[in-house]
């Protein structure tokens, strides 16, 4: 098993920045293929960003490329996703996940989740 614990999120404006940390329980974290994703209200869950267990292999979703960038520490146990430039569509609850496989950007595909962390962007 696999507790994931999101923080960082808020209220930010348009343009801002703002960095979301998930901290994982497993002490096998290193071993754990972890992904950003969000849902907006009345939308789907959608994938953000994916990281392999090395870090040496990175996705994004073309919404959010050059914008966002996901990163971990695999001697912290934690996977962070710093956002720039941000805007009101990016307003959704982020969630952190992880998966034993390979990195993917179906949220099926994903074994845990945390909690989720609201970010709001402000016009």
């Known amino acids: 098993q696999v507790q994931l614990v999101e923080s960082g999120g808020g209220l930010v404006q348009a343009g801002g920045s703002l960095r979301l940390s998930c901290a994982a329980s497993?002490?096998?974290?290193?071993?754990?293929?972890m992904g950003w994703f969000r849902q907006a209200p009345g939308k789907e869950r959608e994938f953000v960003a994916s990281?392999?267990?090395?870090?040496?292999?990175?996705d994004y979703a073309d919404s959010v490329k050059g914008r966002f960038t996901i990163s971990r520490d695999n001697a912290k146990n934690t996977v962070s996703l710093q956002m720039n430039s941000l805007k009101p569509e990016d307003t959704a609850v982020y969630y952190c996940?992880?998966?034993?496989?390979?990195?993917?950007?179906?949220?099926?595909?994903?074994?845990?989740w945390g909690q989720g962390t609201q970010v709001t962007v402000s016009s």
């Open positions: 996940a992880a998966r034993e496989g390979p990195t993917a950007s179906d949220p099926k595909k994903y074994d845990y």
């Open positions: 497993r002490r096998t974290f290193s071993r754990l293929y």
């Open positions: 990281i392999s267990w090395t870090g040496i292999r990175t």
